[in-house]
């Protein structure tokens, strides 16, 4: 409760007819004080009264128009403030406050003011975010004041709502010096945004091809007509490995790491499902692969591949903590559709009999789940993982490239989701352009995309973005890096870590 | 539905100085009638002058100004000897100051009675510090009684609102759950 300028003149009122009494001797002052100190205190108390009744049963909702967005599209958020008659002797203002990662919208459209007596109001306002993750509406702030305007009170409680805003096109920092033949996946060197799903191919025309197929941005830039080609125009399914093992636990408790793998392959399936194109799924866990859907253009099967991502939750630390590396445990719990399937059986034949392992007997699950797709289909693989194991990860590009036409990895920077790059140090400056290197080495294999997945957690990008300035500083040694336009603007890699106080 | 307004909830409120059609504004006018009334029936110039003076400031002012501002000038009919005369015409007075006081936004039986109570209280407190102490006490009890008693609200209103809202929290998470 917050006294307002108006309460402390009349307390200022009855403090000067207090003082003026022994400086006149008489008790007329004192009569007037006790009149105004009465009136003040009634007014405090029938102010506590109507706050904490408003605070009791006014209410506040929530809806948005859609279950979930794409990066960089808006939704709109309807806030409704309700409150019965008897509540009504404030007025209360309620406001939500912008998303971290949301893009700024005026107070005036978050804000729902309900003078006193007013018992329902709201207001729409728009959402729209840069960045894919589970976007989440803070609590919203309530300031009630007495009918009277002597007392305020603010709080904050109510919904929080979130919104899946799923990746629907590239937006990581991106190849360098992608040829023709790769997968035209993401930013490429012109700076212009392309499709995201590593489906697509570009082949010289022939004669036998109808022009309408004719891809004339790159027929332009090649100077010799070429043709692009999806998936499904090549009958060629799309495997979607998701890693989510326990590591990808790291990170905020709310947001870890894996929740940006997860929105990075609901986007992939988003695109997918848009252009038609053949979707397989595999989910890698510390066991090895989890779970498998088969190839599918069918509504009902990218709903049953986005349903299992939706689900799908990392290894708890406890369990993959729990594995003998040379002695797995028979695996259980897993879900690799019908057995009657060619999908199904290799994957139950690889999750049970056989192991992928490294020269040291480590095992690698990833690998697993590649050479289980790849048993099966032909098309592109797209991996998301992280990159901490990264000759793990690179026996399974290799696996992968075996049969696949191409590779798309999405990869998540272990050292973003770190304390210490929040702490702003020189380690984790090493460590993402370790990452960064690692990045380069992988996309500049024939046929492999390699892309950034940036953090979604909800208030991550509150965080100054310090490894953005590394980058800069890799972008100086020739690196081309593409800025999201969601971020801080970005000093000298310099001047972060002279501010930073406690680099190593 | 309403339509929402945008405007910041101070500019809502308007101050109560502002003349409306509603109960407040009626008590307000009875109050600066009474007071009218009080200044012809004492008939002093002293009693005219204070008179018009506070009838044309309860118009324009706050009636908490108006109040204040009207003990004071009050003082006068007191100042050298307590005769029963002087007695009248102070408590002719102090009649109308209190119905202006009443017709301070909010006026609401609530507040009302308790703004009269709690001035009969403070006063009588006043008073017998008064007679046993002095002036000086009896003011800085009624100030001292002021801050006592809005600091215990204050404390009472940010537990209770703190409770109302934690409750709240709880019994939403617990619903919550039950969903899930």
Known sequence: MDLTRQTWRTAAVTIALAGIAPLTGSVVPIMGAAAVAGWLLAVQVAAVRSLRSTAAVATVRVEFDATRTAVGNPVAATVAVERPEQAAGTALTVTYPTPAVAEPIPEADRRVTL????????????????????LRLPEPTWRLVDASGSVTESYSHGPTPAIDVIETAGRARQTVGATPESPPFG?????KMRKAVGSDRLRPYEATDPATKIDWNTTARLGEPYVRETASQRGQPTSLIVDHRAKLLAGPTDAPMFESVRSVALGVVATAADR???????????EGPMSAVEPTTHPAGYDEIRRRLQELEPTPIDQAAGIEIDHPEPPGGRDFGSSNHAVGRLLEAFGTESAATNSRGERWPLVDGVQCQRSTTSGSTVIITDDTGRAELWAAVRTALSNAASVVVYLTPRVRFDAEHTARTVRAADRYQEFERFRRRLDGIDAVVAREVTPTVDGWAEQPDVLGDLTLQAGATGGEITEETNRQPIPTATAAASNGGSNE | MSEPSREAVFELLTPSHKWQVDGASVVRLLGLCWIGAAAWYIGSDLSLAVGAGLVVLGVIARPVTTVAVGHAALIPFVAESVTTASLVSLGLFEGGLLLLLLGERPTTPVVALLTVSGAAALAAAAGVVLTVVGVTAAGALVVLLLAAISALLYRYEQLSVDRIVAARRAAESNSQERIQ
């Not at chain 1, 003078?115 to 589970?134: D, K, M, N, Q």
């Not at chain 1, 930013?187 to 700076?191: L, P, Y």
């Not at chain 1, 038609?276 to 510390?286: H, I, M, Y």
């Open chain 1, 187 to 191: 930013e490429g060197a012109n700076g």
């Open chain 1, 276 to 286: 038609g194109d053949p979707l397989a799924l595999v989910t890698v866990g510390d």
């Open chain 1, 115 to 134: 003078t006193p007596s007013e018992t329902v109001g709201s207001t729409t306002f728009s959402l729209r975010s840069s960045v894919p993750g589970r």
